[in-house]
C-alpha cells in the first residue's frame, strides 16, 4: 500500500470523499453534505486513499462529557477489503480514541453487513446491542472491545490470548 495517504477532510471536496466511502458501506443510513459537515465538527473523521481515489474513511466519537466511552468506526470500499486498509483504519481510529481519553472503545455495524460484523469480531469487539432507529428497518449492532484477563482492551495488535 505504498499509494496510500490518510488525511482528515480539510474541505468540501475531501469531505464529499468521505461521505463516498460512507454512503457505498452503509447505503441505508445515506447522508447529505450537510450532515457530513455536521458529524466534522463533532468527531473526527479521515478519508483514505490509494492514489487519488477514495477507498476507505473512519469516523472516532470522541467520549461525551462524564463518560470514557469512544466510538471508532472503519469502512473499506468492497473492492479494497482484505488487504489490511480495514486494519490500518480500525489502528489510527483506536490511537486516535486513547488520545481524546477515551477508556473503553466501542463500534457500531449494521447487521446486514455480515463482513463488517466478522471484521469488529476478529478484532476483539464483543456484541452488546441491537436495535432499530426510527424509521428504518435494518438493526444497528453496537459492539463493545473486549478486555483481557488483564483488563488491557483487545485490539489490533493485541490478540486474544487463550481462547
Given amino acids: 500500500m505504498a499509494d496510500l495517504r490518510i ?4 474541505g468540501d471536496v475531501t469531505l464529499a470523499d ?5 454512503n457505498a458501506v452503509v447505503p441505508a443510513h445515506r447522508l447529505s453534505l450537510a450532515e457530513a459537515r455536521e458529524r466534522a465538527k ?6 483514505a486513499y490509494l492514489g487519488d481515489a477514495p477507498v476507505g474513511c473512519t469516523t472516532v466519537r470522541p467520549p461525551a462529557a462524564g463518560t470514557a466511552t469512544a466510538t471508532v468506526i472503519a469502512r473499506v470500499l468492497p473492492a479494497h477489503r482484505r488487504r489490511g486498509l480495514g486494519g490500518e483504519l480500525y489502528a489510527r481510529g483506536l490511537r486516535r ?6 477508556e473503553m472503545i466501542e463500534t457500531v455495524v449494521l447487521s ?11 478484532n476483539g ?6 436495535y432499530l432507529l426510527d424509521g428504518e428497518t435494518v438493526p444497528w449492532v453496537d459492539l463493545r472491545l473486549a478486555r483481557t484477563a488483564t483488563g ?12
Fill in 7 to 10: 488525511q482528515q477532510p480539510d
Fill in 18 to 22: 468521505w461521505r463516498f466511502v460512507h
Fill in 42 to 47: 463533532r468527531d473526527h473523521l479521515e478519508v
Fill in 97 to 102: 480514541a486513547r488520545e481524546l481519553g477515551a
Fill in 112 to 122: 446486514s453487513s455480515g463482513n463488517g460484523l466478522r471484521f469488529a469480531c476478529r
Fill in 125 to 130: 469487539f464483543q456484541e452488546v446491542e441491537r
Fill in 152 to 163: 488491557r482492551r483487545e485490539g489490533p495488535g493485541r490478540p486474544r490470548r487463550g481462547v
